[in-house]
């Protein structure tokens, strides 16, 4: 039997973050954090980041920017490296970040273009996707 909601939200979250980093999330989820996973597979990635009315691109670029807001440096991270594999340009970060700095504060923006400027220093280089799970 086939899990249609959580293939889909398996398929997102290897394109955007990549097939090791996904996998090797899952396989090591253990007692503690094995729900957690499923919860995000499933849920946010199947059933929410799958539906068809809003682009993987423009879901992307509405989520950097509510983490921005959030304060949220680890986890804007990971999906800084997502909006770029979901075809959203430097650029767009870059003025996602700026218009963040009106309404969400130079502090939030200032530290969103420096966890950017790490990840893309990290994608120039290959370097694998960082998993703020395992600092």
Known sequence: MTDEVFDRGLEIRRRMFGASATDAQLRDADDFTHDL???VTRYCFGEVWGRKQLSLGLRSMLTVAMLVA??????LRVHVRGALANGVSREDLREIFLHAAVYCGIPAAVGAFRTAREVFAEADRGDAIADPTRA
């Open 37 to 39: 996973q499923e919860l």
């Open 70 to 75: 959030l304060g949220r440096d680890n986890e």
